[in-house]
């Protein structure tokens, strides 16, 4: 007999092998693993379902109960992906999940003739008293708590902010603001300590604007703080606990140090990782998910391979043939309604340029980056509730941003720190051009 501890803890752990730990897996973990990896690397197709079934199935056995009562919920989930099988065919986290069931059926001696209700829902635990301020002494490790783990005298942590929402419009933790293309999965943070990536689908057929239908988030494990956990996003699935059913970092003495907060019900989840210094708020704006964090300077810099990380967007931004040029595009729409005036004809996607900045306008008053990037949105897709998207992303800059003189950004900031970025190349080649000629001119001296 297995407990649902053990079954839930197997299936975990498996999906971390990516990690290089732990013993050879079981059939059941490569099937798991296979789950884990293509969240990370999604290509299931917003119609697939299959994630609905997994975290229906693990709502359901994620307490103690008679063996009978997992082989009925085993049972519904089976009946559950069934269903799924013209929309995920070809998929393999459905044809996995199909291995990982006749796997568990067979470890647990379920047949497949018997009661097959839906799985059971967790009643939700009875109201809990307020987490202690992390900020009082506690039995917890000093270690899980980031401020608190710091040398006695040393200078408080510089606390960055990266925000990625809408078309999508990326501010990056040194404080750039660009729009891009990135269409497909991308990473967005990579370090020691945790892993996001996104994955974005077109707007609008044809449109190099994109945005965001998908979102996972990995925390590494961290000595005696919180285990390994998966967070994973979707269009229409903002969950409110991890991937293994949890709502934090699992059965270690700093465990709440990494917990989930549900604000709004399938509209806003707040994920605070207090043993990093650290908080991620993701939310769903109409159909696509936005992304925002606070992190300290220490944390964002833990790369471990430097090689890697040119595609980290956070820090380094987009790659340049990716990005796409605002002022570029506001010129084009507004010549093209100059040259429509007077003649027939529909606005571009139900917005003129006039028509969008006032719409922009009700929420975002001043004109800075965040009320161009919702101008550009609704130019680019027509649909309203970018202009939410853009509303909240700010939103989450004055609750993230530890400078409140940088909350804004304007075009001429950005104009400035890409020409610091060129003239620093610039005086780099300069440079090495001189002292190639030096040691040329002192060789042929020699000579």
Not at 207 to 235: G, P, R, W
Not at 257 to 285: C, D, F, N, S, W
């Amino acid at each position: 007999m297995h407990s649902k501890r053990e079954r839930r803890g197997a299936l975990s752990r498996a999906g971390w092998m990516v990690m290089g730990k732990g013993a050879a897996p079981s059939a059941l973990q490569v099937c798991q693993f296979v789950v884990v990896f293509l969240c990370l690397f999604p290509e299931v197709t917003l119609q697939c379902k299959i994630l609905k079934c997994n975290s229906e199935f693990w709502a359901s056995t994620s307490s103690s109960g008679p063996e009978e009562e997992f082989c009925t919920a085993l049972r519904a989930y089976n009946n559950c992906v069934r269903r799924t099988a013209r929309t995920c065919r070809g998929d393999l986290a459905y044809h996995s999940a199909q291995h990982g069931i006749e796997d568990l059926m067979s470890q647990h001696n379920c047949s497949k003739e018997g009661p097959t209700t839906q799985p059971r829902t967790r009643t939700p635990p009875p109201p809990v008293q307020p987490p202690p301020d992390f900020n009082v002494p506690s039995d917890r490790p000093e270690v899980c708590h980031y401020e608190r783990s710091l040398p006695r005298n040393a200078a408080p942590p510089n606390y960055t902010h990266c925000g990625f929402f809408g078309d999508p419009h990326l501010r990056t933790f040194n404080d750039d603001f660009q729009t891009c293309k990135v269409e497909g999965a991308w990473p967005l943070i990579h370090n020691k300590y945790l892993s996001v990536q996104v994955t974005n689908t077109p707007v609008v057929p044809g449109s190099s604007a994109t945005a965001t239908s998908k979102l996972t988030i990995i925390f590494k494990n961290f000595q005696e703080c919180v285990d390994q956990k998966m967070y994973h996003a979707e269009t229409d699935e903002l969950p409110a606990a991890f991937a293994d059913g949890s709502k934090n970092g699992g059965d270690r003495h700093g465990a709440n140090t990494l917990r989930i907060v549900e604000k709004v019900p399938g509209q806003h989840v707040e994920i605070q990782a207090r043993y990093i210094g650290t908080t991620i708020v993701v939310r769903q704006v109409g159909r696509y998910l936005t992304f925002a964090v606070r992190m300290p300077e220490e944390v964002v810099n833990s790369v471990e391979d430097q090689d890697s990380q040119d595609l980290y967007l956070c820090l380094h931004g987009c790659p340049a043939n990716q990005r796409i040029d605002f002022r570029t595009f506001r010129v084009r729409a507004t010549e093209s309604q100059v040259l429509s005036r007077g003649r027939p004809g529909a606005p571009i996607n139900g917005f003129t340029y006039q028509s969008a900045m006032a719409k922009c306008k009700e929420r975002l008053p001043v004109e800075d980056l965040y009320f161009q990037s919702c101008v550009f949105d609704l130019l680019s897709s027509g649909d309203i509730n970018f202009t939410l998207a853009a509303y909240y992303a700010f939103e989450d800059v004055k609750m993230l941003h530890s400078n409140k003189d940088k909350y804004h950004l304007f075009e001429k900031d950005t104009i400035f720190n890409s020409a610091s970025e060129k003239w620093g190349f610039s005086v780099l080649i300069l440079i090495s051009l001189v002292v190639i000629q030096l040691w040329t001119g002192s060789f042929s001296i020699r000579l």
